[in-house]
């Protein structure tokens, strides 16, 4: 029997509806030899913020987990903010990255 549940992200651990956005993140950057390593299935607005937050170097050397995005006090903020909200929901600021 198929499981139609839909995934639930790691970062926000709210289910990431099929017809909302997903990304795929690589826990260490694929410029900082992380091809082919282990990677998560992420809304797009929480992959979005992790990239926002963080260098590639910073995700390579510090954050290469989902407990030390957790840790992380911008994403924490993030996260906290974001959980309250409802499993489809999508920002309206249009753009990729905002400054730091």
């Not at 993140?25 to 992420?42: A, D, E, R, W, Y």
């Not at 913020?49 to 924490?76: M, N, V, W």
Request: hydrophobic share 35%; proline share 12%.
């Amino acid at each position: 029997m198929p499981d139609d549940a839909d995934p639930i992200c790691p970062l926000c651990l709210r289910p990431i509806p099929r017809e909302v956005p997903q990304s795929l993140h690589h826990l260490i950057p694929k410029l900082k030899s992380g091809k082919g390593g282990p990677t998560v299935l992420l809304h797009d607005i929480c992959h979005r913020e992790i990239h926002a937050s963080l260098t590639e170097g910073q995700l390579a050397q510090d954050y290469s987990t989902i407990a030390a995005l957790h840790s992380h006090p911008r994403l924490a903020k993030f996260i906290a903010w974001v959980s309250k909200r409802p499993p489809g929901f999508r920002s309206r600021i249009p753009g990729r990255r905002r400054k730091r």
